[in-house]
């Protein structure tokens, strides 16, 4: 018993056949050995295992589907516990959401007798193998109307290729892919390199950007976005392999690190050199942290008071500060989010914009009606719409599903999700659609209950966010150093810690960002959060002061529990649904105060939370380098203006530099 407990199976599926008809094996022709393939944890170590099935199968009793799909006819129906098995697998989040129907294949019946079985069992087993995880150089996928794995050993030695006739092989990569980085070569794309980083590692990274529901790392290889998020993987593992060696205990110099970043991550540079006019600080005394309070929601008694007899809204600064201090009651938010994405301005009348809504329905359904008149042979020489189609029917089957808009079989809140994104897709062509974007509607169409207006009200939204979803993520990167750099500023001790344990680029907050805590907040609490931030206050990038607010609260226990790289992953992505928004909005805004109470604030803080813009874009290329994601696509949703004229703290701050 003590040795099964070591044993346990990660990925197993049944129909995986090897073609025994090449002519030195003497075999006859229509023989495929049907088999079972394994991924087993033992004691550690990931094994790969191919066992061959009791019977073999022939081929003229079964029709290969053109895919890996259910697209299969002329197999029999299974009955029964095997039947519910394969039902439950196709429905799991790793799984082609879209296959309906549980099939099995028809197995050909023993005709030799008994001496006849024991030839075949002869023959089935020189058929079986099983390989370390860590001794496979390279795999290569082929797809000849059904996906074909060859999988190539380091020792140079070549294993009978894989024929996946009923589906599985995108599961299998997928779960391959949680304990190795697959990257494809540079002279051949059907070929992935092998490489398996320290196992505890590979893990922790792949739970953290992919729970029960969402997933990031594993998915679409064929979208740039993916493979770009597999440079962020391969960050987690380079770091700790080149970070702490097993003999070496000690810090790689900021030079270092940045080149190793830069090489896994293309596009990424990290300034190391200091701002001008400023020396390295190692600390500075930023004074004691406001206390602010949080006011009750917006009503609609209130908002209709800030509209004029034409229905202008009127005191919008105002208004916005009312919004960020308390958010809005749920009957005013079709209305009020309109105006905060910027799909009503705030100085239109009723009627302008009553005639918006006209031209906005008209230009809507002529995008709609491009992708609804696609013909079947169309679509069937259009890859990039196929991929663009198959992807938002996965992600829209497991968006928000608990919630009641959502759920159940056949849902018209979920046909409205699918067809906004396909329309996405023609409006944003280039970027089509990328996995997480579904999360970004969810809440969107859940209040508008309206397709037009959820689509723009989508559109001005993904105007903000684009930059996080572009092949090259500049916009997450950028995020990525100015969170570290404000975190620096706030508690230098905290982010210190963070860097001894090679967490300092603050990796586990890439979720966070990439869909603005969509999935660490109950849904009711990701509507105050979005509506708060859409109000541009009480300055720019505010929800990396939230990503702040949130480290701040866990500091003690990641410091006082000596958390390691692996542990602080963990305890983040652990943090999904247990978070208070209220008290976080509070402590935000209090580290907003705090900071813009400082008179010598470093020049690189100024850009990023915009307190000195004018001075950050006349004279500062920094402040070109570090563009706010969003920051200048419209003015009224990203402006300071109200906070900047009304503050009057003078504080000043107690820098300590380094003689």
């Excluded at 074909?148 to 050993?153: A, C, E, G, R």
Aim: glycine letters at 6%; a negative charge; hydrophobic letters at 35%.
């Amino acid at each position: 018993m003590a040795v099964d407990s070591l044993v346990k199976v990660v990925f197993e599926h049944e129909g995986v056949f090897i073609h025994t008809s090449s002519d030195e094996d003497g075999i006859e022709q229509d023989l495929l050995v049907s088999g079972s393939l394994r991924i087993v944890d033992k004691d550690a170590e990931m094994v790969v295992e191919y066992r061959p099935l009791e019977d073999s199968v022939d081929p003229t009793n079964m029709l290969c589907a053109g895919k890996d799909s259910s697209s299969v006819v002329e197999w029999v129906q299974s009955s029964g516990e095997r039947s519910n098995q394969l039902l439950e697998t196709q429905q799991s989040y790793e799984t082609e959401w879209d296959m309906i129907n549980a099939v099995s294949f028809k197995k050909k019946a023993c005709t030799n007798g008994e001496n006849g079985a024991l030839n075949h069992s002869h023959e089935r087993s020189r058929w079986a193998f099983t390989f370390s995880l860590s001794e496979l150089r390279t795999i290569t996928v082929k797809e000849e109307g059904w996906t074909i794995i060859f999988f190539q050993l380091k020792e140079s030695s070549s294993l009978p290729p894989l024929h996946f006739h009923q589906g599985g092989s995108t599961e299998f990569l997928d779960c391959l892919r949680r304990f190795a980085l697959l990257s494809e070569a540079a002279d051949d794309g059907s070929c992935l390199m092998v490489s398996t980083p320290n196992k505890a590692l590979s893990q922790s990274f792949e739970n953290l950007l992919d729970d029960n529901n969402f997933g990031l790392v594993n998915k679409f290889k064929k979208d740039p976005y993916v493979t770009t998020l597999g440079g962020f993987s391969k960050v987690t593992n380079y770091i700790f392999d080149a970070f702490r060696g097993t003999e070496e205990q000690h810090q790689r110099p900021p030079e270092e690190v940045a080149d190793l970043l830069g090489e896994v991550i293309p596009g990424l540079e990290i300034n190391q050199q200091e701002e001008p006019g400023f020396e390295v600080i190692t600390r500075m005394d930023l004074g004691v942290r406001p206390q602010v309070t949080r006011a009750g929601p917006l009503s609609v008694e209130d908002w209709t008071k800030h509209q004029d007899q034409e229905g202008r809204m009127t005191d919008v600064s105002c208004l916005k500060r009312t919004v960020f201090k308390g958010g809005l009651s749920h009957a005013v938010r079709k209305e009020a989010w309109k105006f905060l994405l910027g799909y009503f301005p705030w100085e239109s009348t009723l009627e302008e914009r009553k005639a918006l809504q006209r031209n906005k329905t008209d230009e809507y359904f002529r995008m709609k009606l491009q992708w609804k008149s696609v013909s079947a042979e169309q679509e069937r020489r259009n890859s990039k719409l196929r991929d663009y189609k198959s992807l938002i029917e996965k992600d829209v089957n497991r968006t928000d599903r608990t919630n009641r808009f959502y759920e159940g079989i056949d849902n018209p809140g979920l046909v409205l999700l699918h067809d906004i994104l396909m329309t996405y897709c023609m409006f944003d062509f280039d970027l089509g659609y990328v996995q997480g974007m579904s999360d970004l509607l969810s809440p969107i169409l859940y209040v508008m209950e309206n397709e037009v207006d959820a689509f723009w009200c989508f559109v001005y939204f993904m105007d903000q966010m684009h930059q996080n979803f572009e092949e090259q993520m500049q916009g997450m990167k950028t995020q990525l150093i100015q969170l570290s750099t404000l975190l620096r500023l706030l508690d230098l001790s905290f982010w210190n810690y963070l860097e001894s344990q090679d967490s300092g680029y603050l990796y586990f907050c890439f979720r966070w960002l990439l869909i603005r805590f969509k999935r660490e907040l109950s849904f009711q609490d990701v509507l105050r959060l979005w509506e708060v931030m859409w109000t541009g206050l009480p300055c720019q990038n505010f929800h990396l002061l939230v990503c702040c607010a949130i480290l701040d609260s866990e500091k003690h226990k990641i410091m006082e529990e000596n958390y390691g790289f692996n542990e602080i992953l963990k305890h983040i992505n652990e943090l999904s649904m247990k978070l208070d928004i209220e008290e976080i909005l509070q402590k935000s805004e209090g580290i907003c105060l705090q900071i813009k109470s400082c008179k010598d604030l470093p020049h690189s803080i100024s850009v990023i939370l915009g307190f000195d813009s004018a001075l950050g874009v006349s004279e500062s290329s920094a402040g070109a380098s570090s563009p706010s994601v969003g920051a200048s696509l419209r003015t009224d949703a990203c402006s300071n203006g109200h906070l900047r004229e009304t503050s009057s703290h003078t504080n000043s701050c107690k820098v300590a530099f380094i003689s």
